[in-house]
């Protein structure tokens, strides 16, 4: 079988890619722009997408192809509905960053709560050698000990920061953003205005979709405490990004760590960017998931994904 990756630099540098060559013909491309979609795609008979479309377009351009492979958990960039119409599978993967989101959850909050930025430039400026004392008190560390942690979306990965949270002697609530999931054993479920006005930590990890979709806005903001902080591992548009950097500017709550934007990469006006030089806000390029272990479970998870197809697409029917 003929296997291509459309734009395999969406993972990264990982040992395990070449194992795909295993299962057949395997052409790697870097990235692939929307003009270039039918042209790499047509003659394979497995395609594999992170963010490149495969649309009802690159669909009947390519009669050949028989399966899509998500390099993600998403399957938004794929037309299900004409894969179904013409029998091409589409299989995704899932679980595969849990623990690398959850890590980075806590990383980007330590990094806040425990001021670093500050003390790291305190002391690699000379002014620690300067030092009449051991120690050095400019900013208040903050204890997450005995806090509330309100989590917004207990799926998988919200899952495992509510366990990490209560293991660090948290207070753990959350909310549902479905409606759905109301009844946890371990955890208090709260409406959304409740968690938000007496949690000390926010954590989003929920998807974006219409019950979602600037959830967070300035009223919002203004409903939690001004020493509370707010982290964003789910997707960009469930908080406005200005009425966060009017929040975060003026003072509203006390922190914020993004890792999702509304457009990827960040767009220069962007108006997050004009606080860069504030200690209050910490903003990473949507990594949270892109730990190596997590790359080369992704990538195992897509070998056995095609595998899997290859052995049921030749087993012959009785």
């Known amino acids: 079988m003929k296997i291509v990756f459309l734009d395999a630099d969406t993972v990264g540098n990982v040992s395990n890619l070449s194992r795909l060559g295993e299962l057949g013909d395997f052409i790697t491309y870097p990235l692939t722009p929307a003009n270039m979609r039918i042209e790499r795609v047509k003659g394979a008979d497995v395609v594999i997408t992170n963010k490149v479309v495969i649309d009802k377009e690159v669909m009947d351009a390519c009669p050949g192809l028989k399966l899509i492979c998500v390099a993600a958990t998403g399957t938004n960039n794929i037309d299900l509905t004409v894969a179904r119409e013409k029998g091409i599978a589409v299989k995704n993967v899932a679980g595969y960053s849990t623990e690398s989101v959850a890590q980075s959850t806590f990383a980007l909050l330590f990094y806040l709560m425990n001021k670093l930025r500050y003390y790291d430039d305190y002391v690699k400026s ?20 005995g806090k509330r942690f309100g989590v917004i979306g207990l799926g998988s990965i919200g899952t495992r920061v509510a366990e990490i949270a209560t293991a660090f002697g948290c207070e753990t609530v959350y909310y549902s953003t479905s409606g759905r999931n109301t009844n946890s054993e371990k955890y208090k479920h ?27 806005d300035i009223q919002r903001l203004r409903m939690m405490k001004p020493s509370a902080y707010l982290l964003n591992m789910g997707r960009g548009g469930i908080i406005v990004e200005k009425d966060l950097a009017k929040a975060i500017k003026e003072g509203v709550i006390a922190g914020a760590g993004i890792d999702v934007l509304v457009n990827e990469p960040i767009n220069k006006d962007n108006p997050l960017l004009a606080l860069k030089e504030s200690e209050k806000i910490v903003i990473t390029p949507h990594v949270a998931w892109a730990g190596i272990d997590s790359r080369n479970l992704l990538i195992e998870k897509i070998y056995y994904n095609i595998s899997g197809f290859i052995k049921s697409y030749n087993q012959p029917e009785p």
């Open 190 to 216: 709260l409406e959304l205005d409740e968690l938000l006005g007496t949690a000390d930590v926010v954590s989003v990890h929920c998807p974006l979709n219409e019950n979602t979709s600037g959830l967070i």
């Open 126 to 145: 000379g002014d620690y050698c300067k030092s009449p004392v051991f120690t050095h008190h400019g900013r208040e560390i903050i204890q997450l000990y």
